[in-house]
């Protein structure tokens, strides 16, 4: 079935864990025409988890994808590509990326539970993409929902923009129009007073819409008017359009599905793309426009290593049309790729297709260069393009691996970078210092979740130590280094010497390489080999050796010899002369400090906060929650949180939850930095 650009809507379903996000997507997908009957979870039967982890444990750990071809109401045929995303932080990784292929986010919120943590911070990372916003309320017909207190604390926390567009009725049995419509009454009270709220909104961010609405009343606005100020309300946040439903009974999801269609925006009515092209001065924008017939630039936002079908790029197209046989680029590189099979996604099922228009998603499979967030195009006019890069959250939990039998290494290598292609927030490194493979992710859970895989998808089991944490090295004053490299062994010698300044940077801002040196007493070519000898200790660490960052190093003097200066001695004078400043700076360990947010029953509330205040924990405060909970909100050094899960668990009798996020680095006590740097035995080197 063909379609056209006006006629894709891209919606990605995001929230808290167990909202009902593939509950709602299975309904969708049923209520659409694409599926018969609508899986279940409890039955792993759901067209989103389909891996046997994932049936196993009952939640989604990946983002999945299927679309729905369907005439809407007015007769307008509509292509509505639907992503499915997990709700624990622990697999944040793949929910994010799915925010690089869509206009809208639909944040799926419980009824019975409320407003959570995972709400809030999908709710802010989609208004950061500058994407356009929707709540739905699911569960809206369970004994303990609350939908008119969800909507109050919506309203009230994120903001009197969170607007109804339709209402529950009969206590949760049907759904009434309020958006179009003004009479009748619902379980939230009249729904004229809805209407006149949700209309002034609208009408109030356009002022000649504003204008027609004061002299004519609603009844002189065109229905053009109306639609146009309302995408305009999506486009700028001033409108958070709610809506109710039961995935589970059906709802309000036809409902829902119709609002899809008439009045969720269309890849030409939505926010720009954020492409920038690189060069000499810095990043500009590029405008990529949703025309079939410009040439092509499309974002690979998911990689999948199928075993049957081998690598798959799933990408959007921004702008022209990829179809069977194009030829592609992929980045910068020289040499073409032909598409030989497009596929559309249904879950694990590829629906074999001849081409994509702008706003469509699809994948191409079988191209080894394919990566997370390449930029595929069939001009060098594209070169150097690249989508504003998504924020993910730091991979803060460490695991050192190795395989657990003799003569696996190379296959775990291959293994661990094929599930590192598909999870932005798992990071394989190698540590030359101490020849370790560390892989480091979101969460323990996160970690454990990957290694099962390595041992049920690639058939390699491994052995691993404890959780390392990601501690950092800086320094807290400036400093002056210097050192003369000179080795004389026969024949040629080596010669560099180097005088550097460094100064500490506020947290956060990486690291500074200036040169400041004058009349050429280091020749500028070996200016980068005193850089290379500096990225060492970088990588490696002065004190305890982890990386530093935070750091301005200013090569300002040295000397050279016309015969025995070589790049390896101003590699080995710079790395010194840093080591030597480092050493007068007064060196810092950082530490990790992480956001918690621990939801539990009221009588727990003391053994919680007692339990925290020993791990050097900063409470910032507790809210109050549905059914007598509580919502302990602090900050905490990683390192204090190694068997928290447990804790936790053992504390509030197995119904205790927490989630976490990074926050900033902050200098260890000095007892901690005083153990890591005994601990820390440096290879030594010759001079």
């Not at 999506?234 to 409108?239: D, F, I, K, S, T």
């Amino acid at each position: 079935m063909s379609y056209s650009t006006t006629s894709i809507r891209n919606v990605a379903l995001a929230g808290h864990p167990a909202a009902g996000k593939t509950t709602l997507f299975e309904a969708l997908l049923q209520t659409g025409g694409t599926l018969q009957t609508a899986g279940t979870v409890e039955r792993g039967s759901t067209v989103s988890d389909f891996d046997p982890m994932e049936k196993q444990r009952g939640h989604s750990m990946d983002a999945a994808i299927a679309s729905i071809d369907h005439g809407a109401a007015s007769g307008q045929h509509v292509h509505l590509n639907l992503i499915d995303t997990p709700g624990y932080p622990d697999f944040r990784g793949p929910a994010l990326s799915a925010l690089a292929a869509v206009e809208t986010v639909l944040v799926v919120v419980d009824a019975d539970l409320g407003v959570e943590y995972g709400t809030r911070r999908m709710l802010e990372y989609a208004k950061a993409r500058n994407l356009c916003r929707a709540i739905v309320i699911n569960k809206i017909d369970h004994a303990d929902a609350d939908p008119a207190g969800v909507l109050a604390v919506l309203r009230e926390g994120i903001g009197a923009e969170c607007l109804p567009l339709n209402l529950p009725a009969e206590g949760g049995k049907r759904v009434v129009d309020c958006f179009g419509s003004n009479a009748g009454d619902s379980d939230l009270g009249p729904v004229a007073e809805w209407h006149q709220k949700i209309i002034d909104q609208v009408v109030e961010i356009n002022e000649t819409v504003m204008e027609h609405y004061l002299d004519l009343g609603e009844g002189g606005l065109s229905g053009q008017e109306l639609h146009d100020a309302f995408e305009q309300c999506l486009r700028e946040g001033h409108l958070v359009p709610v809506l109710f439903c039961s995935a589970r009974s059906g709802v309000g999801v036809k409902e829902l599905l119709d609002v899809a269609e008439r009045l969720f925006p269309n890849p030409a009515e939505a926010n720009p793309p954020a492409f920038h092209k690189l060069n000499g001065h810095g990043p500009e924008p590029v405008d990529a426009h949703p025309d079939p017939d410009a040439h092509v630039i499309a974002d690979v936002f998911k990689i999948v290593n199928d075993p049957f079908v081998g690598k798959l790029g799933v990408f959007r197209v921004y702008q022209g049309t990829v179809k069977k046989d194009t030829q592609l680029f992929v980045d910068d590189g020289k040499k073409p790729f032909k598409v030989g099979h497009l596929f559309k996604l249904k879950g694990k099922e590829h629906v074999e297709i001849d081409e994509a228009v702008p706003g469509d998603i699809a994948a191409v499979a079988k191209v080894d260069e394919l990566h997370f967030d390449a930029v595929l195009h069939d001009s060098f006019d594209a070169d150097r393009i690249h989508l504003a890069p998504l924020d993910f959250p730091k991979p803060m939990f460490g695991l050192a691996i190795e395989a657990a039998s003799k003569g696996q290494e190379q296959k775990l290598a291959n293994a661990l970078h094929k599930l590192a292609e598909e999870d932005p927030c798992f990071h394989v490194e190698h540590e030359t210092e101490t020849n370790e493979t560390v892989v480091r992710g979101l969460s323990d859970l996160h970690l454990r979740v990957n290694l099962d895989r390595l041992k049920e998808r690639y058939g390699v089991e491994v052995k691993s130590r404890p959780p390392r944490i990601a501690y950092r090295e800086t320094v807290s004053s400036k400093a002056e280094g210097h050192h003369r490299h000179k080795k004389q062994t026969g024949g040629a010698g080596q010669f560099g010497e180097v005088f550097l300044r460094i100064e500490p940077l506020p947290r956060g801002s990486g690291f500074e390489f200036v040169d400041e040196v004058k009349g050429g007493t280091i020749p500028g070519q070996f200016l980068p080999a005193v850089e290379k000898g500096v990225r060492q200790v970088l990588q490696h660490g002065a004190i305890a050796g982890y990386p530093m960052q935070d750091i301005r190093v200013i090569v300002y003097d040295g000397k050279h010899h016309p015969v025995d200066s070589k790049e390896v001695a101003f590699v080995a004078a710079g790395k010194k002369a840093f080591l030597d400043a480092i050493a007068k700076a007064r060196p810092q360990v950082l530490e990790p400090i992480v956001d918690l947010e621990v939801s539990a029953a009221e009588q727990h509330m003391g053994d919680i906060s007692g339990g925290l205040a020993g791990k050097r924990a900063r409470i910032n405060g507790t809210d109050a929650a549905r059914g007598h909970e509580i919502v302990v909100k602090a900050q905490v050094p990683l390192s204090e949180l190694e068997g928290y899960a447990a804790e936790l668990k053992s504390v509030t009798a197995g119904r205790g939850r927490y989630s976490l996020d990074f926050s900033h680095y902050e200098p260890v006590p000095a007892q901690v930095q005083k153990k890591l740097t005994e601990a820390y035995k440096p290879r030594v080197e010759e001079d």
